[in-house]
């Protein structure tokens, strides 16, 4: 289940598309999993600083999480459950 990750395949290290902390990079996924937006953009990332809203649309769309049309996927609610969490993120 390739999500767009980054992976040197020669030397098998992960580079992260953005720099953003995992603290703020899942909050806005549980809430999307708990309460469904119609589109993921800058009104619904309110909270966070403009910079933070661009790289985490940009990181959910590279992981599959949005669509092009900043939609959530089906992929949200399986990464809100922590255990398919930790498969999703080993593939």
């Given at each position: 289940?390739?999500?767009?990750?980054?992976?040197?395949?020669?030397?098998?290290?992960?580079?992260p598309?953005?720099?953003?902390?995992?603290?703020?990079?899942?909050?806005?996924?549980?809430?999307?999993?708990?309460?469904?937006?119609?589109?993921?953009?800058?009104?619904?990332?309110?909270?966070?600083?403009?910079?933070?809203?661009?790289?985490?649309?940009?990181?959910?769309?590279?992981?599959?999480?949005?669509?092009?049309?900043?939609?959530?996927?089906d992929?949200?609610?399986?990464?809100?459950?922590?255990?398919?969490?930790?498969?999703?993120?080993?593939?």
């Amino acid at each position: 289940m390739a999500h767009g990750l980054a992976v040197d395949t020669e030397s098998r290290t992960f580079t992260p598309p953005y720099n953003i902390s995992w603290a703020t990079f899942l909050s806005p996924l549980e809430r999307m999993a708990a309460d469904p937006p119609n589109r993921v953009d800058r009104t619904y990332l309110d909270s966070q600083s403009g910079t933070v809203q661009t790289y985490l649309i940009a990181a959910y769309k590279t992981f599959g999480l949005i669509s092009d049309e900043a939609r959530p996927t089906d992929a949200v609610n399986m990464f809100a459950e922590p255990d398919l969490r930790k498969e999703m993120i080993a593939d």
